[in-house]
């Protein structure tokens, strides 16, 4: 098992930056590829970034790509989002999730084990 808590969302104007976080408790980072998702309101859960467990591989989704830019210290057990030049599409909960299986980073949201609760990202036009 391994629990996962998110934080630094909060309400931002349009061009602004904020940092997520998700930090780790339970069983060493290392072992887990991780990804970012989040669900707008009315919205189904989207991908948004994905990062092998060694940080050599990620994934952006074509929306945050150039923008958003996820980083990992696994010697501090947690997994970064920076967000830069947000838009009010932005809006969501962002959630983080761990994936065991071959620790490899990946778009798929049933391919990961464990989520966290989810950060509230608010951006105003």
């Known amino acids: 098992q391994v629990q996962l808590v998110e934080s630094g969302g909060e309400l931002v104007q349009a061009g602004a930056s904020l940092r997520l976080s998700c930090a780790a408790s339970?069983?060493?980072?290392?072992?887990?590829?991780m990804g970012w998702f989040r669900q707008g309101p009315g919205k189904e859960r989207e991908f948004v970034v994905a990062?092998?467990?060694?940080?050599?591989?990620?994934l952006y989704a074509d929306s945050v790509k150039g923008r958003f830019t996820i980083s990992r210290d696994n010697a501090k057990n947690t997994v970064y989002l920076q967000m830069n030049s947000l838009k009010p599409e932005d809006t969501a909960v962002y959630y983080c999730?761990?994936?065991?299986?071959?620790?490899?980073?990946?778009?798929?949201?049933?391919?990961?084990?464990?989520w966290g609760q989810g950060t509230q990202v608010t951006v105003s036009s």
């Open positions: 339970g069983r060493p980072l290392y072992r887990f590829a």
């Open positions: 990062i092998s467990w060694s940080g050599v591989t990620t």
């Open positions: 999730a761990a994936r065991s299986r071959d620790r490899l980073a990946s778009r798929r949201t049933y391919e990961y084990d464990y």
